[in-house]
Nanobody
Framework: QVRLEESGGGWVQTGGSLRLSCSASGNILHINVMAWYRQRPGNLRELVVGMTNGGSTNYADSAKGRFTISRDNAKNTVYLQMNSLKPEDTAVYYC??????????????WGQGTQVTVSS
């Protein structure tokens, strides 16, 4: 079993910054992509940014220039530095990881989500 635990959400004013963290634990053999998704009120869950274990990234247009993903592969942890936050960034942010477990297949795992609220 694999668990993704997020932290770092909260409330911030427009223009502020937050840093999210997500650590994966459990029966992990390999992790490929670690990513951040978000679900804004009334919207579908959408990709914010993903990073492979080799460091390649894929940013949503809304995140480019403001958000930065980083990863510590030794700790199975991914971070999301969010700067210049806007009210439209208000959402529940979810961590996602493609994980191969020991003796098992590759599967997608999700964290429980962390609320980010940006006030105007």
């Amino acid at each position: 079993q694999v668990r993704l635990e997020e932290s770092g959400g909260g409330w911030v004013q427009t223009g502020g910054s937050l840093r999210l963290s997500c650590s994966a634990s459990g029966n992990i053999l390999h992790i490929n992509v670690m990513a951040w998704y978000r679900q804004r009120p009334g919207n579908l869950r959408e990709l914010v940014v993903g990073m492979t274990n080799g460091g390649s990234t894929n940013y949503a247009d809304s995140a480019k220039g403001r958000f930065t993903i980083s990863r510590d592969n030794a700790k199975n942890t991914v971070y999301l530095q969010m700067n210049s936050l806007k009210p439209e960034d208000t959402a529940v942010y979810y961590c996602n990881a493609e994980v191969q477990t020991v003796g098992g297949p590759w599967s997608d795992y999700w964290g429980q989500g962390t609320q980010v609220t940006v006030s105007s």
